[in-house]
């Protein structure tokens, strides 16, 4: 989709950002985590997948808090009262009277006070990942303590624009370099390792507890239960405390909720219209193709951690390489393996064989196999009985074989590729049995 126009609205003397999107039948204010960047937003395609679920189903109000992304940056942190106002001139600026509030993480606190402050302009409330108190004390035993939050504080100056506390905030994509990539350059734009410390110091000493008893507007808690930044506990103690509250515990590690946000939407959407979201997938015929190294574990504890990460990023280096290549689609990185699509099976044989070439170089063998089938397309991911058969394909593989299925094999007839019989197979989950071929020529012209 387009990006939509960024516009400003002032607030005392500083310029806040904001965009609209969506023409739903409700007003939904996203109010961000500590720091954010609104057009970058849509450029990484789990926060633009999340913002246009959300925007098809209300008119999306969203800005960047005042200090961050494409706001004014006011020399001193800001005051949670600023911010709320912030939040106040946005909805004034786009004449909205009355308006749901999603606050995310450090929006949360922001979104209490706003909601108890002017419940006649606040039509519901959401919490993700939230808190009414991050630092810990003595009658709030799950806060963060300060030494927690130096670690955390240390970590992100030092590595600001890098990898920055990736193992906190979504530690299900440490091993994705893409999503490591996009994350350094969204907090770059967003605002100054200086600041962003500066502004997490400033949460630390927020305290919002006294007020959850005041908050009379329909009120939907959700958190992932191992979320590794924010206690489950935290979510717990808010739901406990707001009259009527009602708490959502789904199932995950990551703090972000750009990961896997299905779940998080479909409760979001669920609770401000009445209705469950339920999303027919598109089906596409595909050749699946997966890949993993050979003795990978072994290999890992010959080589130590720091060796055993170097190795990866340089055996997923040459992998995307030959992906781009022959225009595959990487759909999933897991450890040491690859996921990929393909709109033609031939050249997902020729890049699977190119792959086993080119990663020879260092010193390790992979197993690849292929299958061609209807795939259910979900987002970024991919679904169905085709995936499953192409895994159980891989599964069989011996190393430095690339394996197909007959339906492979029959789709490239004329094509030059050449194969061997490798007998009829039960897959392990699959019904009936499966022909299997090992490729003998698996590179050459695309």
Not at 181 to 199: E, T, W
């Amino acid at each position: 989709m387009d990006v939509p126009k960024t516009r400003y609205a002032k607030s005392g003397d500083v310029h806040v950002a904001y965009q609209v999107v969506g023409e739903g039948p409700l007003d939904l204010v996203f109010v961000p985590g500590f720091v954010s960047h609104l057009e970058f937003d849509w450029e990484v395609p789990g926060i633009a997948r999340f913002l246009q679920r959300l925007a098809s189903f209300s008119r999306l109000i969203r800005f960047d808090k005042r200090g961050t992304g494409l706001s004014d940056r006011p020399p001193g942190v800001p005051t949670l009262e600023q911010r709320m106002d912030d939040v106040r001139t946005v909805m004034d600026a786009v004449g909205s009277e009355k308006a749901a509030l999603l606050g995310i993480s450090e929006g949360g606190p922001m979104s209490l006070l706003f909601a108890a402050t002017y419940p006649q302009r606040t039509s519901a409330l959401i919490l993700y990942g939230s808190y009414a108190r991050r630092a810990w004390a003595p009658d709030h035993p799950f806060g963060k303590t300060a030494a927690e939050m130096d670690r955390v504080l240390e970590a992100l100056e030092r590595d600001w624009g890098g990898g920055a506390a990736i193992d906190i905030w979504a530690p299900s994509k440490l091993a994705d370099e893409r999503f490591t990539q996009l994350r350094a350059n969204y907090l770059r734009l967003a605002a100054s390792p200086g600041a962003a410390v500066a502004i997490i110091r400033m949460n630390m000493e927020i305290d919002v507890r006294h007020i959850l008893p005041a908050i009379r507007v329909p009120t939907l808690v959700i958190h992932r239960t191992g979320d590794r930044l924010t206690h489950v506990e935290q979510a717990r103690y808010m739901a406990e405390h707001i009259v009527g509250a009602n708490l959502v515990e789904l199932p995950g590690i990551d703090h972000t909720p750009y990961v896997d946000g299905d779940p998080i939407l479909d409760e979001v959407e669920e609770f401000l219209t009445g209705v469950r979201h339920r999303a027919e997938p598109d089906r596409v015929l595909a050749t699946v193709l997966f890949t993993d190294i050979v003795g990978s574990t072994e290999r890992a504890a010959e080589l130590g951690d720091r060796g055993w990460r170097d190795l990866l990023q340089s055996h997923h280096a040459l992998v995307r390489r030959e992906l781009a290549r022959f225009r595959g689609r990487e759909i999933d990185t897991a450890g040491d393996g690859f996921l990929a699509t393909f709109d033609g099976p031939a050249r997902a044989i020729r890049c699977a064989g190119a792959i086993s070439d080119a990663v020879r170089q260092l010193g390790i063998e992979i197993r690849a196999g292929l299958h061609t089938g209807e795939c259910e397309i979900m987002g970024d991911r991919i679904g169905g009985i085709a995936v499953h058969i192409g895994a159980r394909v891989a599964a069989m593989a011996a190393p430095g074989e690339v394996l197909v299925s007959s339906t492979v094999k029959d789709l490239v007839a004329g094509s030059g590729l050449e194969f061997e019989d490798r007998g009829t197979h039960t897959l392990k989950g699959i019904p009936g049995e499966w022909r299997l071929f090992a490729v003998r020529r698996a590179h050459g012209d695309r």
